[in-house]
């Protein structure tokens, strides 16, 4: 299988900062890189497909980079509703596989 | 718009079989591939595994000789069994919907709200 190790594993910010989180992959997985946001109690969102890409009614203030085995989502600049936690998933090959997830706190 | 719902019960005895199913509403669940994908309590997102419209499946590995997928078309549902189960087997299991081109698949990109097995005597 895969591994996808995210860093940090949690963070504390305000609302306003830009945030960035890491996601590196045992091997590469060219572009097949997504981001969820999770909520307590709630199904993952999925933000972000295939690195870069933003998924439809996504704000712009996420964005996705990287390719092969290095990956980032940034938040451009932090609002209240974003206090969440987010993980990735490669889909490069199965089993798909997720990272242990970067909560993001005030 | 599409939407997800998994069923079934919420408490199983070790050993027993965990059966859950999940139901399309919205839209058919023709041309699209279907993913059971579970959190155990404060771990992170574990997939399951995938069954297409056609009855194609893909297990994960480590799951694979305790599952078995199956769908009904005509009922718009798919549904997943995992037997043998014991404490481990104790998570929050989803359903999710992908899609495929000739070329790659898309992501999970619609999601159940989620349904909270425990296995428990």
């Known amino acids: 299988d895969i591994q996808m190790t995210q860093s940090p594993s949690s963070l504390s910010a305000s609302a306003g900062d830009r945030v960035t989180i890491t996601c590196r992959t045992s091997?590469?997985?060219?572009?097949?890189l997504n981001w969820y946001q999770q909520k307590p109690g709630k199904a993952p969102k999925l933000l972000i497909y295939?690195?870069?890409s933003l998924q439809s009614g996504v704000p712009s203030r996420f964005g996705g980079s990287g390719s092969g085995t290095d990956f980032t989502l940034t938040i451009s600049s932090l609002q209240p509703e974003d206090f969440a936690t987010y993980y990735c998933q490669q889909s490069y090959i199965a089993p798909r596989t997720f990272g242990q997830g970067t909560k993001v706190e005030i | 718009q599409v939407q997800l719902q998994e069923s079934g019960p919420g408490l199983v005895k070790p050993s027993e079989t965990l059966s859950l199913t999940c139901t399309v509403s919205g839209g058919s669940i023709s041309n699209y591939y279907w993913s059971w994908i579970r959190q155990p309590p404060g771990k992170r997102l574990e997939w399951i595994g995938y069954i297409s419209y056609t009855g194609s499946t893909n297990y994960n590995p480590s799951l694979k000789s305790r599952l078995t997928f199956s769908v009904d078309t005509s009922k718009n549902q798919f549904s997943l069994k995992l037997n043998s189960v014991t404490a481990a087997d104790t998570a929050v299991y989803y359903c999710?919907?992908?899609?495929?081109?000739?070329?790659?698949?898309?992501?999970?990109?619609?999601w159940g709200q989620g349904s909270t097995v425990t296995v428990s005597s």
């Open positions: 295939f690195a870069s």
């Open positions: 999710a919907r992908f899609s495929c081109t000739t070329t790659s698949c898309s992501p999970e990109d619609v």
């Open positions: 091997q590469s997985i060219r572009t097949y």
